[in-house]
């Protein structure tokens, strides 16, 4: 798996070549062909293995309440894990994005990706409005929904034009200070907002 | 250029050949290469054509006002032009950006088409504030970026996971309804505001 990564983030999806993954392993070419039939079943193991590890790491995110959780969630999708390579990878993943509709294996794979960020996301607006911690006049599905989308953008601009996903996390939060926080009456008679006690909180 | 797009729409663009191309049209594939050196050439070509349409296209749009034109911005884009190849037509479209980090004709193109999107929203919104249609307590700069990005991970979950443009349509003219559009005093005392008058507007 690891060395799918490097040879993905080294020669993209489209010119990947089973040998390429061999010669970044300590595995020869047949012994790749003896586990996966293709470099699409190589491939959709690989996606599967990163679906776990996200799973993994959002869900060991550790946050004070569901505001919190929200904003983890966020940083975790537009914050490059390992700068050197993250581009290639995001590309490599764009690639792979426009093989849904020819692939029903990827299909499978980016459906399970877009269903758990939806997800994940869905519950923690639910846990803020039964909690009060955010509106209730939004509903959370549509919501949660959207930021799926806006993610998914991120990371295609980021791709395509080169558009830093850290503008894209700064313009999140404050949506979700602006729009989904829920206003405390103390708040509003002092004049402040969970938008600013955020931000004297952060560093 | 139309025999391109509908060579993209049948082949993608990963294995597109100029042979693929020429067989779409009255031209031979000698004829192509005269004119293009390359797939690349042609394509960058087809994008800057797709450009000059897009670009006539939105300037075109008949609005009345800051409010409904920004609307009609987003109900362009997010709607498909052609029901039957507009699928093969994203997914070739989202290839090709994936192709932005190693080409640089193609990234110049796909500058060019953010750029135009971005600058469209952000003088629609700035002008939508300066008549007070709009709230000015948001940075026309900012939201016109995150409508861009919202834009593009629309296109991109349509490709990857079969999301429908409609539903992403849908939350964004919510998002212009809730918080961009001004509420005038007259609304407050009435209970109503424009959202409430933007859906009696609709068929």
Known sequence: ????????????YASLRMQDIAAESSKSKGTLH????????????FLEYLYDSFAARIDALEADG???????LIETVLSPRDGETEQEFRTALLEIKAQGPYDD?????????????????ESTLLDGQERGVFRDDFD???IADF?????????TRHVAVGHPPEQTRAQLLD????????????????????ANAAEERSP
């Open 1 to 12: 798996m690891e060395a799918t990564y490097v040879a993905l983030c080294k020669h993209g």
């Open 34 to 45: 003896y586990h996966y039939d293709s470099k699409q079943e190589l491939l959709s193991a």
């Open 66 to 72: 569901p505001d919190e959780r929200l904003r983890a």
């Open 105 to 121: 294996e990827f299909r499978v794979q980016l459906e399970a990706f877009d269903h758990l960020l939806h997800e994940r996301l």
């Open 140 to 142: 959370a599905e549509s």
């Open 147 to 155: 930021l799926v989308t806006v993610l998914n953008g991120a990371q």
């Open 175 to 194: 949506y979700v200070d602006r729009h989904l926080v829920a206003t405390t009456d103390a708040d509003a008679a002092n004049g402040t907002n969970d």
